[in-house]
C-alpha cells in the first residue's frame, strides 16, 4: 500500500470523523442522560480499526478528539474526550485482538469502556467517587450506543471492503 494512499485515508477519515462528531453536536440530546452522544465519530473509528488497523485507528482517533476539542468544545473537555476515547480504544484493539468478539461486541465494549474513562475523568475533575454512582446509567447507555454504533459500523465495513481492498490492497 502506498504511502500516499493510507495518508489520504487517514485524512479523509479524520476530515469524516470531525464533521460527523460535529454534526452530533448541532442535534439537541433527547436522552435521560446528561451530555449522553450516539458517538457518530466512533463510526469511522471502529470502521478504520476493522479496515486499516490498529495504527490507523489510534492515529484518526487522537486527531480527531484533539482537532474537534480545539475547534468546537475547548481545552477543558479535552481531558474527558481523552480519557474516554484512549479507554475505548485500547479495549477495542485488546477484545478485537482476541477474535471472540465480532464488531457489534467490541463496539458495546468501546462504548462502556467510553463513558467509564470519561466518569473516571470526571471522579477525578470533582474529587469526589460520589459520581460514580452515575455509572450504571452511563453502562446502559454505552451499550446500546455501542450496539447501534456496531451494526453501522459493521454494514459499513461489508459494503466498503471490496473498494477498500481495491484502494488499499494488503490492508
Known amino acids: 500500500m502506498s504511502k500516499s494512499r493510507l495518508t489520504a485515508a487517514y485524512g479523509m477519515l479524520t476530515a469524516l470523523a470531525l464533521i460527523l462528531g460535529y454534526v452530533e453536536s448541532l442535534v439537541p440530546v433527547f436522552f435521560a442522560v446528561p451530555g449522553m452522544k450516539l458517538g457518530l465519530s466512533n463510526l469511522v473509528v471502529l ?3 476493522y479496515t486499516l488497523g490498529e495504527k490507523g485507528a489510534v492515529f484518526i ?5 484533539v482537532v474537534s476539542a480545539l475547534l468546537f468544545s475547548g481545552m477543558g473537555a479535552l481531558i474527558f474526550s481523552l480519557s474516554g476515547g484512549i ?3 485500547i479495549v477495542m484493539i485488546f477484545l478485537k485482538r482476541t477474535g471472540a468478539f465480532g464488531m457489534r461486541g467490541v463496539s458495546v465494549a468501546g462504548g462502556v469502556s467510553h463513558n467509564t474513562g470519561q466518569l473516571i475523568a470526571a471522579a ?3 474529587n469526589t467517587l460520589y459520581i460514580t454512582a452515575y455509572l450504571p446509567v452511563l453502562w446502559i447507555a454505552g451499550i446500546v450506543c455501542g450496539l447501534v454504533i456496531g ?3 459493521a454494514i459499513i465495513t461489508e459494503r466498503m ?3 477498500i481492498k481495491r484502494l488499499f490492497p494488503g490492508s
Not at 61 to 65: C, G, P
Open 47 to 49: 470502521v478504520a480499526l
Open 61 to 65: 482517533n487522537l486527531v480527531r478528539i
Open 87 to 89: 479507554l475505548s480504544l
Open 124 to 126: 477525578f475533575s470533582v
Open 151 to 153: 451494526i453501522v459500523s
Open 161 to 163: 471492503s471490496p473498494v
